[in-house]
T-cell receptor, first 114, second 113 residues
Framework: AQSVTQLGSHVSVSEGALVLLRCNYS??????LFWYVQYPNQGLQLLLK??????LVKGINGFEAEFKKSETSFHLTKPSAHMSDAAEYFC????????????FGGGTRLMVKP | DSGVTQTPKHLITATGQRVTLRCSPR?????VYWYQQSLDQGLQFLIQ???????AKGNILERFSAQQFPDLHSELNLSSLELGDSALYFC????????????FGPGTRLTVT
């Protein structure tokens, strides 16, 4: 079964600093990969997805993620953090040819300091 | 706003009771998914329906059941509720199956007392 590991349940950065949220998956076959963001008391919003096209994926709000097959990773980055980026971020995978169910990582809460 | 609606927003009930959560997918989406989010288990996939038929099952308890109706809305039924069923229940929808992105509703917060 697929598993997703997000290193760091809490990450704190200063406003304007680089954001790096880590995600590693376990699969011998590269899955489809997603990053979702959850603001307090809201549902999940898709930030970006990887489905086997370009390995560097650009998403909304200035976020991007790079798929690295050799490292089984799909880390999320943003060059400059904004206060409005404070939220919980979830990495998720969907196995190819196995339906579209998502397996989520444990989530990383991003805090942005002024 | 994702276009996915869920009702009710909050639900408080007692142990042993039965509740029904409702989800309306985005216009045009045929697939509906249910997820449970709890502090100890995180976000877990429960079940998927596609155009009225069950497509995939995850970690869904036997006390839970779901269905998707001809108008494509879905209901998740939770019975013999236990304290541990307290969680946020999300519905998501997508156009079809893989690899289409899923759009999530705002969730139903269930509290079992």
């Amino acid at each position: 079964a697929q598993s997703v590991t997000q290193l760091g349940s809490h990450v704190s950065v200063s406003e304007g600093a680089l954001v790096l949220l880590r995600c590693n998956y376990s699969s011998s076959v590269p899955p489809y990969l997603f990053w979702y963001v959850q603001y307090p008391n809201q549902g999940l919003q898709l930030l970006l997805k990887y489905t086997s096209a370009a390995t560097l994926v650009k998403g909304i709000n200035g976020f991007e993620a790079e798929f690295k097959k050799s490292e089984t990773s799909f880390h999320l980055t943003k060059p400059s953090a904004h206060m409005s980026d404070a939220a919980e971020y979830f990495c998720a995978v969907s196995e190819r040819n196995a339906g579209n169910m998502l397996t989520f990582g444990g989530g990383t809460r991003l805090m942005v300091k002024p | 706003d994702s276009g996915v609606t869920q009702t009710p927003k909050h639900l408080i009930t007692a142990t042993g009771q039965r509740v029904t959560l409702r989800c309306s997918p985005r216009s045009g989406d045929l697939s509906v998914y249910w997820y449970q989010q709890s502090l100890d288990q995180g976000l877990q996939f429960l079940i998927q329906y596609y155009n009225g038929e069950e497509r995939a099952k995850g970690n869904i308890l036997e006390r839970f059941s779901a269905q998707q109706f001809p108008d494509l809305h879905s209901e998740l039924n939770l019975s013999s509720l236990e304290l541990g069923d307290s969680a946020l229940y999300f519905c998501a929808s997508s156009v079809s199956s893989e690899p289409y992105e899923q759009y999530f509703g705002p969730g139903t917060r269930l509290t079992v007392t």
